[in-house]
């Protein structure tokens, strides 16, 4: 599967943003996903995955609260939903994605996704 994420911009401390990812195949509903960021000078972290389902969510404490994940699969698409942005929130974000068999799988790691989005650059200004 192919991804592409955009939703990327230039946000004010406090603004908010929605990423999207966009799958190409028609089996896009069997792989769990997830989003990723990796500011500069560090190392990618998690930020949250969704199962295939779209039943359950998990998140990184440092967005709990403010960023949604959402999924639609008649649409082959993914969405971040990023509220309340903080300068510390500027970073690549990345979209991933997981085909696996079970519907209440929610995937944390990043050595576990199979497919990597290109990225898409969000930048908070204080």
């Known amino acids: 599967v192919q991804l592409q994420a955009c939703g990327g911009g230039l946000v004010q401390a406090g603004g908010s943003l929605r990423l999207s990812c966009a799958a190409s195949?028609?089996?896009?509903?069997?792989?769990?996903m997830g989003w990723f960021r990796q500011a500069p000078g560090k190392e990618r972290e998690f930020v949250t995955a969704i199962t295939w389902s779209g039943v359950s969510t998990s998140y990184a404490d440092s967005v709990k609260g403010r960023f949604t994940i959402s999924r639609d699969n008649a649409k082959n698409t993914v969405y971040l939903q990023m509220n309340s942005l903080k300068p510390e929130d500027t970073a690549v974000y990345y979209c991933?994605?997981?085909?696996?068999?079970?519907?209440?799988?929610?995937?944390?790691?990043?050595?576990?996704?199979?497919?990597w989005g290109q990225g898409t650059l969000v930048t908070v200004s204080s």
């Open positions: 195949g028609r089996t896009f509903s069997s792989y769990a």
């Open positions: 991933a994605a997981k085909k696996t068999c079970y519907t209440t799988v929610v995937v944390t790691k990043s050595y576990d996704y199979d497919y």
